[in-house]
């Protein structure tokens, strides 16, 4: 177990990108609502998906560290989680607030929020600006679902630049917290200078 390992060393990879998205609720607003403010970890899901590596595993990590920051205040008060899904067709704020309960029966802890687009033509600028690839043909890791996609999730930082991209392979919630508590101590840093 690596206690004080990090698997970035600080820099921009660039800005996050904003575009009009809606939450389980149904409100609808910004990205960038979301990506400034706070410490967030973005990661791009649709509910259907079974392939055990991607969309479960992701959800499966977010809510790890969901219940990580119930007994950490400083990650509860500083990190946000968004899950955000590109099946917008099926990923109705409905389902998506159905999907939501099976995470945040815990309401403490950090800020967590599942949101998709309005459609799918709206979703795609965000998609391509995250370089988030989905494609609709055939997946044999998933044979029940419909879209094709590597995982991807974003570490961004309060200032809405994205500073780390995990991939199933690096993805592991002692890695996020560790590289989460890295952008808080550059943030106590910077601002004693």
Same mark, same amino acid.
């Given at each position: 177990?690596?206690?004080? @390992?990090? /698997? ?27 990506? %400034? ?11 259907? @998906?079974?392939?055990?590596? =991607?969309?479960? !595993? ?7 560290? %969901? ?5 950490? *205040?400083?990650? $509860? ?5 968004? /899950? ?8 109705? *704020? ?9 995470? +945040? ?13 309005? /459609? ?7 998609? =391509?600006? !995250? #370089? ?16 094709? %996609? ?15 991209? !995990?991939? /199933?392979?690096?993805?592991? *919630?002692?890695?996020?917290?560790? #590289? ?7 943030? $106590?840093? +910077?601002?004693?200078?």
């Amino acid at each position: 177990m690596c206690i004080f @390992c990090f /698997s970035f060393r600080g820099e921009d990879v660039r800005a996050a990108a904003d575009g009009a998205i809606f939450d389980s609720n149904g409100k609808p607003f910004n990205l960038r609502d979301l990506t %400034h403010g706070r410490i967030t970890i973005l990661s791009f899901i649709y509910t259907r @998906c079974a392939a055990m590596k =991607a969309c479960p !595993y992701a959800a499966g990590v977010l809510n790890q560290l %969901h219940l990580l920051s119930i007994d950490d *205040p400083t990650l $509860a008060k500083n990190m946000r989680l968004v /899950s955000m899904s590109f099946d917008p067709g099926y990923d109705t *704020p409905q389902r998506l607030a159905a999907y939501s309960e099976k995470f +945040l029966e815990e309401k403490s802890g950090c800020e967590w929020r599942f949101a998709t687009a309005k /459609s799918t033509a709206e979703l795609e600028s965000i998609l =391509a600006a !995250y #370089d988030q690839a989905v494609d609709k043909r055939a997946n044999a890791s998933d044979p029940q679902g419909p879209l094709y %996609h590597i995982l991807r999730v974003f570490l961004i930082d309060r200032e809405g630049r994205i500073r780390n991209i !995990y991939s /199933s392979g690096t993805l592991d *919630p002692r890695l996020v917290v560790a #590289d989460v508590k890295t952008l808080l101590l550059e943030e $106590a840093r +910077l601002s004693k200078q």
